[in-house]
């Protein structure tokens, strides 16, 4: 097999495409390697994805889920940040190209730029039911939740005011069901007794699913275990329900209006347009990688995490979590250490480590091999691999008393808003 560069090995140059869980689980595998290391990112920061959604039911805030890249490899010489966005991959010129016209070549080259939001055609609806994928997305959807809550307090009309306090979430995947917890948790719990003119305990937060059952891709019995818990939050889950129309304010399921004042969307994501580049088949928008994770045709690319098609022996696809990115990552970083030793590659295997979703407080699921958990004893599972996973002592620590604090008292403390500008409504903020 070729050698990735002529010369000195250290001239090797790895260019990595996203600093998310697969980005910088590659980063990190290559730190004592004999590579120049080259990490591009739009942002300057590495985001804790899973804990998104507690950024918009404001019981974190950005800075608890999001450490400085540069902070992070700081101590890893190699390795050095760019912040710029690639539109495209040349690779006849073995380069990627960024938004501002700059290329930059690559020996080898790892692709982990993450997903974003589908909404299967109906992109006009983006403004009006926002999603959950960046931390302003979850900025978003906090302004947007606390200020109807501070609306229906003085809003004249009993019509205007049920509407306001109706959140609709669309999807009942873990993001969507874990958002509908905490919202339901919030009305009840944290907002309980601070208004005057309304009672926030009336607020309706729905939850629709286009399946016949929420959870995806866990047990039956767990399924079920998570529909009960969100009922006994106060939820209304409507199952086996499509989105057939979304405006601002008003959403159509099936035959039924639903006037909303918060609308948000976790039906679906698709990979960066980037990835067409490439110019080989996709399943998805995702790249229908080789058993290396390489590129059909293109040795010297690998893909990970979201933008990576991989099949898993019992013929299901390897799910697009961040245990999944991960080992992508770190396997795609130890095949081009492969072919700059010049060896073989070797084949991509997923480890499942288990799945975990949290409804609300002391409500978890959880699969853990061939153990299953619900209730209480999930949720400190829940707890203890997340906070595990944090990048950052700091952050664990904050993470850890804001949650512990958030218990004891049912307070959440990152309730702050912003005064939204008149213009600004236009784009579907709250005034």
């Known amino acids: 097999m070729r050698r990735l560069a002529h010369g000195d090995n250290a001239g090797v140059h790895v260019v990595i495409v996203g600093g998310g869980f697969g980005g ?63 539109d495209a991959v040349d690779a006849p010129g073995r380069a990627v190209v960024l938004d501002n016209g700059d290329r930059v070549d690559y020996d080898a080259l790892i692709l982990a730029a993450g997903a974003r939001s589908h909404y299967f055609g109906h992109e006009d609806w983006r403004s009006a039911a926002p ?26 009309r009993d019509a205007e005011q049920r509407e306001l306090l109706t959140f609709v979430v669309i999807g009942g995947g873990p993001t969507g069901v874990e958002l509908a917890g905490t919202l339901a948790e919030l009305a009840r719990r944290t907002l309980a007794r601070e208004f005057r003119r309304i009672d926030p305990r009336t607020a309706r937060v729905l939850l629709v699913e286009g399946e016949a059952g929420v959870l995806k891709g866990f047990p039956d019995e767990l399924r079920e275990r998570a529909l009960v818990d969100l009922q006994a939050l106060g939820v209304e889950v409507r199952l086996g329900k499509h989105v057939q129309k979304i405006e601002p304010g008003r959403v159509v399921v099936g035959d039924d209006p639903i006037a909303a004042g918060t609308i948000l969307w976790a039906a679906g994501v698709q ?145 702050i808003l912003r005064r939204v500008r008149p213009w600004e409504a236009d784009k579907g903020a709250p005034v």
Not at 40 to 65: K, T
Not at 131 to 136: A, D, G, I, N, Y
Not at 361 to 379: H, I, Q, S, Y
């Open 24 to 86: 910088l689980a590659a980063a990190r595998h290559l730190a004592r390697a004999r590579v120049r290391i080259t990490l591009i990112d739009r942002q300057n920061y590495h985001l804790f994805q899973p804990l998104l959604y507690q950024v918009a039911g404001a019981v974190l805030s950005p800075a608890d889920i999001a450490s400085p890249l540069r902070a992070i490899l700081r101590r890893q010489r190699n390795a050095a940040v760019r912040m710029a966005t690639v």
């Open 131 to 156: 999603s959950l994928k960046t931390l302003e997305d979850a900025l978003d959807i906090r302004q947007r939740v606390l200020a109807a809550f501070e609306r229906a307090e003085w809003a004249e």
């Open 271 to 415: 990979p960066v347009p980037m990835v067409q580049s490439l110019g080989v088949p996709l399943d998805r928008g995702r790249v229908l990688v080789a058993d290396d994770l390489s590129v059909p045709g293109e040795p010297r690319i690998f893909v990970v995490g979201d933008l990576a098609a991989v099949r898993r022996p019992d013929g299901e696809w390897v799910p697009g979590v961040a245990p999944a990115a991960i080992q992508m990552g770190r396997h795609a970083a130890a095949n081009v250490l492969r072919l700059q030793a010049e060896r073989p590659t070797e084949p991509f295997s997923y480890r499942d480590r288990g799945t975990l979703a949290t409804i609300g407080r002391r409500r978890a699921v959880a699969v853990l091999g061939k153990r299953r958990f619900t209730g209480w004893l999930a949720w400190l599972v829940w707890l203890f691999v997340h906070l595990m996973a944090i990048v950052g002592f700091r952050s664990r620590l904050v993470v850890l008393i804001d949650w512990a604090w958030s218990y004891v008292t049912f307070q959440r403390h990152a309730r």
